[in-house]
């Protein structure tokens, strides 16, 4: 089946230290969409990636889609706390109705 | 005004008991999922539903039964529980892009 690896699976960081994960796909990917989880919540999405090579930004936040769809990353710009959480890339294919999380890489910002 | 609402958030039960968990969303979205997220904050989709019919069924015990009685809910009926069933179970729903999550319910089985 669909794997969706992510890397790293932790990170700790200074406040105000850039923070970069990435995910990784077997397979050709439709979309990839990229969520955060906070400590004791639930996933809450932050944006969909659905062109080859394409780049988004959020405002500290910037999420890129690699040029064989095969892979994606997340970038914040100087962290803070309240990015702590763990980042979940998600894998879309057949119609959006077939969705693999990645594995997650944990967050944590030190002040 | 919730929008994903899921009952009960905690549970903590006995192995062998049965149990059931319920979602309701109020999004008007076509599909809801189940997904279970272990200790090792691994999210792993269990069902997904399409209109009250069954999409997906991922390599789940038949233990575990989905049960759509509508579009706005999506309930999880659970047999013969066992400790490994221990995790927290999210509830999802989505019109075709982003995924909206419920709280998520923390099941202990004892």
């Known amino acids: 089946g669909q794997q969706v690896m992510q890397i790293p699976q932790y990170q700790h960081v200074q406040e105000g230290e850039d923070f970069t994960t990435y995910c990784n796909s077997s397979?050709?990917?439709?979309?990839i969409q990229w969520y955060k989880q906070r400590p004791g919540g639930h996933p809450v999405f932050l944006i969909q990636?659905?062109?080859?090579?394409e780049v988004k930004k959020q405002k500290r936040l910037t999420f890129q889609f690699g040029e064989a769809k095969k892979n994606s990353s997340l970038h914040i710009t100087a962290t803070q706390t309240t990015d702590v959480g763990t980042y979940f890339c998600a894998a879309l294919w057949g119609g959006y109705q077939k969705v693999t999380f990645g594995t997650g890489t944990k967050l944590q910002v030190i002040p | 005004d919730t929008a994903v609402s899921q009952t009960p958030k905690y549970l903590v039960t006995q192995m062998g008991n049965d149990k059931s968990i319920k979602c309701e969303q109020n999004l008007g979205h076509d599909t809801m999922y189940w997904y279970k997220q272990d200790s090792k904050k691994f999210l792993k989709i269990m069902f997904s539903y399409n209109n009250k019919e069954l999409i997906i069924n991922e390599t789940v015990p038949n233990r575990f039964s989905p049960k759509s009685p509508d579009k706005a809910h999506l309930n999880l009926h659970i047999n013969s529980l066992e400790l490994g069933d221990s995790a927290v179970y999210f509830c999802a729903s989505s019109r075709g892009e982003n995924q909206y999550f419920g709280p998520g319910t923390r099941l202990l089985v004892l």
């Open positions: 990636l659905v062109k080859s090579g």
């Open positions: 397979t050709t990917l439709s979309n």
